[in-house]
């Protein structure tokens, strides 16, 4: 298995300029009733953006402002977006239950204020998870970014944390 | 150097002498909280990663609260697949139909909420639980897999952020009210990844379910928990509630424990405050926004369903109309039988309302009080965000049982304590 932290990606970005989206703008808890992640992926962003399932495509990017994931622990949240293709969240910081629950679903988001105030709405953007680098082919900028701690990078490689406890049980 | 309550009790639980902020630690749970929402997903997850075990049936406590009595097919399914795994496991403390309630007013009121333990629970308000000196935490439906799996889970030690609220607060001002404007100074990231710990005179006056109100909310203001130190108040709730395991281990903040910030709030100039749509943190004393016309009232939830709440709301619709949709959910079914039995549902009755099941129903947008496009709601719950009751053109203000109560007999928002 490839190690998540290693490949570099390139999609377009769609940018949230706005703090604080949360949980229930990203999946609406009226479809909470299934945890199939498919179907979630069908309503991805709707209370935010009704448009965003039409236009988003495998490998883009979410870009955000401060608090993005906070309210409800509802891992939907999490799976509705990466159901959607995207390959990962962008934000100036991430609430604390929305970033445990993304780490433990073994997909890589990327806390950096710096990126997010760069990137413009619908920029091409590359992604170099092992060198720690975004590069925004549309504005031509190259924004560093800190990698995940060590111990969420372990989870991630792992595929999640039940690949990671099922060592241990 | 000294610790906080959090601190304290996340080293007895990482078996560690002492703990700092940000250090990682694995603690051991003491109680699982598993509802129809995020725990059907967690057994999913067991059962394909083949590792369909509970690590302890004795501590997990089980309530379908969300989307029940089941609201479509779908949640059926979901409580299906929660009741198949708890009878798989012979899950002790599960809560069937008819005894399940809103979770966070459940657990502490059948004495599963015990000092100085961890309790996670697949649910943001498992934050709650902190009024009783103990750390409750809201985790996601991976965890939760986890947790229930091994009976351990990671965590950063959060630091702590104070809240002295001092003040006695006047005739018509409760907790929500306090909640509201602590949340409406630090922001809803104010206090991001930290233990909220609440102190002060205002706090020592608040009873259990008032408390109750004041940690539920910490999560809305980014906290991992929120925690008030124990006194004699929560003694005399523990020893009227705890049942099986009685013993509890009490833990106080050192007098050199280290905080982030420590904030002081006035509580005696406190007004009834309302939450503004589409942020917890825009409260706004009740002088601002009088007189705005709603469509629904909401009285419930796990902020504000308990006996307290729902008396608070009777003494002010006694004899009295409500204007506009009104919806009482007592949030467990012990809440619901001593409402009926003290009279309250002839309040109820008599003033136009709908009395509920317990449930989480609309205060997440479920069931039982969806709002249309255009609509607004004065309502009891937590969260105002975008739809969160219903459609995204609808609109949702936070506030007290006692303004969401004279509110609704008003048809517009409007100061409680002209309705005294």
């Keep these: ?169 | 150097m000294g610790m906080t309550i959090t601190e304290k009790i996340l080293a007895r639980a990482a078996g560690k002498e002492s703990v700092r902020p940000s250090e990682l630690i694995n603690a051991k749970i003491d109680v699982v909280m598993c509802h129809d929402v995020t725990t059907p997903a967690a057994i999913r997850m067991l059962v394909e990663h083949g590792i369909d075990r509970v690590f302890d049936a004795e501590k997990i406590v089980v309530t379908p609260d969300h989307f029940q009595p089941a609201k479509d097919i779908k949640s059926a399914e979901l409580a299906k697949r929660l009741d198949e795994w708890a009878r798989r496991h012979k899950i002790k403390h599960y809560y069937k139909l008819g005894r399940a309630g809103v979770c966070h007013a459940l657990l502490p009121e059948q004495g599963h909420i015990r000092p100085g333990e961890v309790i996670v629970g697949g649910d943001s308000h498992t934050c709650t639980y902190g009024a009783f000196a103990a750390f409750g935490t809201g985790i996601g439906s991976t965890d939760l897999a986890a947790v229930i799996a091994t009976g351990e889970l990671w965590f950063k030690v959060p630091a702590s952020i104070k809240l002295v609220l001092n003040g006695a607060l006047t005739a018509g001002v409760y907790s929500k009210d306090v909640i509201l404007a602590v949340i409406a100074r630090i922001g809803v990231d104010g206090a991001l990844y930290q233990a909220m710990e609440f102190a002060g005179s205002a706090i020592a006056e608040m009873s259990m379910e008032a408390r109750m109100t004041m940690t539920n909310m910490a999560i809305e203001a980014g906290a991992k928990n929120g925690i008030i130190g124990f006194d004699e108040v929560t003694k005399a709730y523990l020893d009227g509630h705890l049942k099986e395991k009685t013993e509890y281990t009490v833990f106080e903040s050192d007098a050199d424990a280290e905080y982030v910030s420590v904030e002081e709030f006035d509580c005696s100039k406190l007004e009834p405050m309302v939450a503004m749509p589409h942020l917890p943190s825009g409260g706004v004393p009740i002088d601002e926004c009088s007189g705005m016309e709603m469509d629904q009232a909401y009285i419930g939830s796990c902020t504000n369903g308990r006996i307290e709440d729902l008396r608070i709301a009777a003494e002010i619709m006694k004899g009295k109309q409500v204007a506009i949709r009104t919806i009482v959910v007592p949030a467990t079914p012990t809440i619901w039988k001593q409402a009926k039995d003290e009279g309250l549902f002839d309040v109820f009755y008599d003033a136009g309302c709908v009395i509920s099941a317990p449930t989480c129903g609309a205060c997440l947008g479920g069931f039982m009080g969806i709002l249309a496009a255009g609509e607004k709601c004065v309502s009891t719950t937590n969260r105002n965000f975008v739809g969160r009751m219903g459609h995204p053109e609808s609109e949702v203000y936070l506030a007290s049982p006692a303004t969401a109560a004279a509110s609704a007999v008003e048809g517009k928002l409007i100061d409680p304590r002209k309705c005294l």
């Design chain 1, 1 to 169: 298995m490839t190690e998540k932290h290693e490949v570099v990606v390139m999609g377009k970005a769609w940018v949230y300029k706005r703090d604080h989206i949360n949980t229930d703008e990203i999946i609406p808890a009226r479809y909470l009733n299934t945890d199939d992640e498919q179907e979630l992926a069908k309503h991805c962003m709707e209370d935010i953006d009704k448009g965003f399932v039409g236009k988003v495509g495998e490998g883009d990017v979410i870009v955000a402002g401060e608090d993005f994931g906070c309210g409800s622990s509802r891992e939907h949240a999490v799976w509705a977006i990466r159901g959607a293709k995207v390959a990962t969240v962008i934000a100036k910081s991430f609430a604390r239950i929305f970033y445990r629950n993304a780490i433990n679903c073994g997909f890589y988001l990327i806390e950096s204020a710096d990126a997010a105030e760069k990137i413009g709405d619908g920029d091409k953007v590359e992604i170099d998870y092992k060198a720690g680098i975004i590069r925004d082919k549309t504005a031509g900028v190259e924004i560093k970014f800190n990698p995940l701690p060590g111990f969420a990078l372990e989870i991630i490689n792992d595929g999640g944390l039940l690949e990671h406890i099922k060592k241990k049980v």
